[in-house]
């Protein structure tokens, strides 16, 4: 039993000891990392009904039955009679892009709101999609498709290019002569870094950080595509605060490459890992104070831990202060 448990300490210390250490800085663009204030997507919905459907549409649902008789009265035809499963009521949603256009066409998704059981090939009649504002912004019609599995529900389903545009929309990113820029993930280290940069590209811009935001004034003679261009293609070497993040419903775990980990002694199943400050004489290391949760893992699952296990253990050094990272668990 001895020699069983020594072979996995040389193991251990042998995979430990040829894994490189270097993790090279990745330069990132300035684009990947922030948003500019006022450059956004905008939703619009609607109310609609499908047609066309073979029996799977809803069963006496009075919303459907009137909303037919409503689009039957403005053709000029008059029946109060109608009864009919070939029909469905839906909202129809879309996502307008920033700087959309008059004429442009967008995809929209059409959901049952009834007890239709598929939409399959239906086709929805012509529905004008809303905005916040209750203004009309697209207008959609098409033959509806389902993708996915089928036999999960065929209730929602999508009109490739079904949407038109009828009002378009500009959005105002100079304000009083200033852009701003938001962090997608906002840091300090990484707004002042983003800072630095430019205004060593555009000394003139002047910028500041100021409520979670890089606000910029926009230079002299510099048009306002090629300042945002310019500064997106900046390239920095964003340093976050540390994260670990642990998915317990599928067993991933995501971290950072030198993440460190403090002195701790860590037992479980009968296996013991130690993590250490000094060098002792009689004593047997495993890992220096200075590893790393990479170390750590490749440890672990060298010597066969399960994930959980790993999860488990993590959460553990995270909760006696030796794991210096912020944990998030999903």
Same mark, same amino acid.
């Given at each position: 039993?001895?020699?069983?448990?020594?072979?996995?300490?040389?193991?251990?210390?042998?995979?430990?000891?040829?894994?490189?250490?270097?993790?090279?800085? &990745?330069?990132?663009?300035?684009?990947?990392?922030?948003?500019?204030?006022?450059?956004?997507?905008?939703?619009?919905?609607?109310?609609?009904?499908?047609?066309?459907?073979?029996?799977?549409?809803?069963?006496?649902?009075?919303?459907?039955?009137?909303?037919?008789?409503?689009?039957?009265?403005?053709?000029?035809?008059?029946?109060?009679?109608?009864?009919?499963?070939? !029909?469905?009521?839906?909202?129809?949603?879309?996502?307008?892009?920033?700087?959309?256009?008059?004429?442009?066409?967008?995809? &929209?998704?059409?959901?049952?709101?009834?007890?239709?059981?598929?939409?399959?090939?239906?086709?929805?009649?012509?529905?004008?999609? /809303?905005?916040?504002?209750?203004?009309?912004?697209?207008?959609?019609?098409?033959?509806?498709?389902?993708?996915?599995?089928?036999?999960?529900?065929?209730?929602?389903?999508?009109?490739?290019?079904?949407?038109?545009?009828?009002?378009?929309?500009?959005?105002?990113?100079?304000?009083?002569?200033?852009?701003?820029?938001?962090?997608?993930?906002?840091?300090?280290? &990484?707004?002042?870094?983003?800072?630095?940069?430019?205004?060593?590209?555009?000394?003139?811009?002047?910028?500041?950080?100021?409520?979670?935001?890089?606000?910029?004034?926009?230079?002299?003679?510099?048009?306002?595509?090629?300042? !945002?261009?310019?500064?997106?293609?900046?390239?920095?070497?964003?340093?976050?605060?540390?994260?670990?993040?642990?998915?317990?419903?599928?067993?991933?775990?995501?971290?950072?490459?030198? !993440?460190?980990?403090?002195?701790?002694? !860590?037992?479980?199943?009968?296996?013991?890992?130690?993590?250490?400050?000094?060098? /002792?004489?009689?004593?047997?290391?495993?890992?220096?104070?200075?590893?790393?949760?990479?170390?750590?893992?490749?440890?672990?699952?060298?010597?066969?831990?399960?994930?959980?296990?790993?999860?488990?253990?993590?959460?553990?050094?995270?909760?006696?202060?030796?794991?210096?990272?912020?944990?998030?668990?999903?």
């Amino acid at each position: 039993m001895m020699n069983k448990v020594y072979k996995i300490i040389f193991s251990i210390i042998t995979v430990i000891f040829f894994i490189s250490q270097t993790f090279a800085e &990745v330069p990132v663009k300035i684009k990947d990392l922030v948003a500019i204030d006022g450059l956004k997507e905008n939703q619009v919905y609607g109310y609609g009904l499908v047609i066309g459907l073979q029996g799977t549409g809803d069963s006496k649902v009075k919303l459907t039955q009137s909303s037919l008789s409503n689009v039957l009265k403005n053709l000029g035809l008059n029946d109060e009679n109608i009864n009919s499963k070939n !029909i469905a009521a839906v909202l129809v949603t879309a996502t307008l892009p920033p700087y959309v256009r008059l004429g442009d066409r967008i995809d &929209v998704t059409v959901s049952s709101i009834g007890d239709a059981k598929s939409l399959e090939n239906g086709v929805l009649l012509q529905s004008a999609l /809303k905005g916040a504002d209750d203004k009309t912004y697209v207008v959609a019609q098409g033959v509806i498709s389902i993708a996915g599995d089928k036999r999960k529900g065929a209730t929602i389903g999508r009109i490739v290019s079904g949407g038109i545009v009828e009002k378009e929309i500009l959005p105002d990113i100079v304000k009083d002569g200033n852009i701003k820029f938001s962090l997608l993930n906002f840091d300090f280290s &990484v707004a002042k870094e983003i800072k630095t940069a430019i205004e060593k590209k555009y000394p003139d811009s002047k910028p500041v950080i100021d409520k979670g935001f890089i606000q910029c004034t926009l230079p002299q003679n510099v048009t306002v595509t090629d300042f !945002i261009a310019d500064i997106e293609n900046i390239e920095i070497v964003p340093v976050y605060s540390a994260r670990v993040v642990i998915n317990e419903r599928n067993g991933t775990i995501v971290m950072g490459g030198d !993440i460190r980990v403090s002195q701790a002694v !860590i037992s479980k199943q009968g296996v013991t890992i130690t993590i250490e400050e000094t060098h /002792k004489k009689g004593s047997m290391y495993l890992l220096k104070d200075a590893a790393t949760v990479k170390d750590l893992v490749d440890s672990l699952n060298y010597i066969g831990m399960s994930t959980q296990d790993i999860i488990v253990i993590l959460k553990a050094m995270k909760q006696a202060g030796c794991l210096h990272a912020e944990l998030i668990v999903q």
